[in-house]
């Protein structure tokens, strides 16, 4: 059986706003740059450094989240560049 958890309202109604914000944000995968395993995933908006410990490789990496952009939506971003020339 699971435990269920019981936030404070302050910190209920931050979750809820947060969710909220992500309904239009596109989402990928932020895998170990060594083994290529799914460590978590992000939202478009999220910028900077972010360090992580690799449940697979077990190893520690700091990585700057903008050098590691999966680009699978390139056909589309090609097409649309297209249609605004
Ligand atoms: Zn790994």
């Given at each position: 059986?699971?435990?269920?958890?019981?936030?404070?309202?302050?910190?209920?109604?931050?979750?809820?706003?947060?969710?909220?914000?992500t309904v239009d944000l596109a989402q990928r995968d932020l895998r170990c740059p060594n083994c290529k395993f799914i460590v978590t995933k992000v939202y478009g908006d999220?910028?900077?450094?972010?360090?992580?410990?690799c449940p697979k490789c077990r190893e520690?990496?700091?990585?700057?989240?903008?050098y590691f952009r999966e680009q699978t939506h390139s056909r589309y971003i090609t097409l649309t560049r297209v249609i605004q020339d």
């Open positions: 059986m699971l435990a269920t958890t019981h936030f404070s309202p302050l910190i209920q109604r931050k979750l809820d706003l947060s969710k909220q914000e999220i910028r900077g450094h972010m360090e992580f410990k520690i990496y700091v990585v700057n989240l903008s």
